[in-house]
């Protein structure tokens, strides 16, 4: 299982804005295994949307990459042509949007922009096109396909939007699907039932799942392995147990106190994580959690920030102070 499928190496990215760069994405490195999900998550802002959309190369102006590679197979697709670029796209790595709503077309049927991606991409008939098309919507959880297919992005509910999202990222098969926030605009209903046809698809069809998503809980039923964000940087990546029951980076461990507990009677308010995250334009060369850290010791303050260490096997965090296990308990089990 230690297969990879897609490689992220030394990645940066940053928004040229005219009040200055904001660096979105800093040196990260992932790796994603095949048939595995791989989770993302961190604060808003921390630059979760950047890398999907950077590892696409569909960063919007003034975004661009300024470093790094994404091996998809082997191959440095962001060396590829750009022709080479949109047919690998959707076929190969498909991407479901932060926002579902804005990225349908509403001047479309739901059907014909299901059809749209399988024509451009597969030599079928219209007839095929649209027997897959109701197919893929069914897949996903869409009981009557083809009502669904007559209808326009404003009939639509959050939730089935959101399936019809998916049900285009997912119509060619693709060998890894970008989920960024599948979930997060859905009650919690239709979010579990959503994510239960996800991973159902994995199991089905063996994608390899790079999800972005700020709910622990989310990602705590989804994920494999999870990377944590902070201010553009991978500050923790381990497996999502470990990483959930012993974080060891301290902003790890006040993410996971910090979040709301449905299971536990709340009897004191909920630690929020005090300070605020950096302006990403005025980074400097120190730890960027270090304002904000309570485990700050003299060499925090005086060395330039930590890089990412493997603390045990596949452990691994950016901290020169990290957490030890008999503090770290966060309650998840
Ligand atoms: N269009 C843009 N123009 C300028 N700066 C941008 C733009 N989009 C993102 N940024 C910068 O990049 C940073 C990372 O943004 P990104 O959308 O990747 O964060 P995120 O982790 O996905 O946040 P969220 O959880 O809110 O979706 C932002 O804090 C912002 O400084
Ligand atoms: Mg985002």
Redesign the pocket.
């Known amino acids: 299982m230690d297969d990879p499928i897609l490689r992220i190496e030394g990645l940066s990215a940053q928004?040229d804005?005219p009040e200055g760069a904001?660096k979105?994405?800093r040196d990260v490195s992932l790796t994603l295994r095949r048939g595995t999900t791989l989770a993302l998550t961190?604060?808003?802002?921390?630059?979760?949307?950047?890398?999907g959309?950077a590892l696409l190369n569909l960063l919007?102006y003034?975004?661009r990459i300024t470093a790094g590679r994404v091996l998809f197979n082997g191959t440095d697709i962001l060396a590829l042509p750009p022709e080479e670029m949109r047919q690998l796209r959707g076929r190969e790595i498909a991407m479901v949007f932060?926002d579902p709503v804005t990225s349908l077309n509403p001047v479309l049927s739901v059907g014909a922009q299901v059809e749209e991606i399988i024509t451009a991409h597969l030599p079928v008939t219209k007839r095929e096109a649209r027997d897959r098309s109701l197919k893929v919507l069914a897949q996903m959880g869409l009981p009557e396909p083809q009502e669904v297919a007559r209808s326009y992005p404003f009939h639509l509910s959050g939730g089935m939007a959101q399936r019809v999202m998916i049900a285009i990222a997912t119509a060619l098969n693709p060998k890894v699907l970008i989920a960024?926030?599948p979930t997060s605009a859905l009650d919690v209903t239709v979010q579990a039932a959503i994510l239960d046809d996800l991973r159902q698809l994995q199991r089905l069809s063996g994608t390899s799942i790079l999800l972005?998503s700020?709910d622990l809980g989310v990602v705590a039923q989804m994920a494999d392995e999870v990377a944590v964000?902070y201010a553009?940087s991978i500050v923790e990546f381990g497996d999502v147990r470990t990483v959930f029951q012993r974080p060891r980076h301290p902003y790890t461990w006040a993410l996971l106190r910090s979040r709301p507990r449905w299971d536990r009677e709340q009897t004191r308010p909920l630690p929020a994580i005090r300070g605020s995250p950096p302006n990403?334009?005025e980074l400097s060369a120190e730890c960027p959690y270090l304002p904000r850290c309570p485990k700050a010791t003299s060499v925090c303050r005086t060395q330039p920030a930590p890089a990412l260490a493997e603390l045990e096997p596949g452990h691994s965090a950016a901290c020169y102070n990290p957490i030890y296990a008999s503090e770290a308990d966060t309650g998840f089990d």
């Not at 604060?43 to 890398?51: D, F, N, R, V």
Request: hydrophobic share 40%.
């Open positions: 928004f804005t904001a979105a994405v961190g604060e808003s802002g921390a630059g979760k949307t950047s890398i959309l919007p003034p975004g932060q960024d926030e972005i700020h964000m553009g990403l334009m």
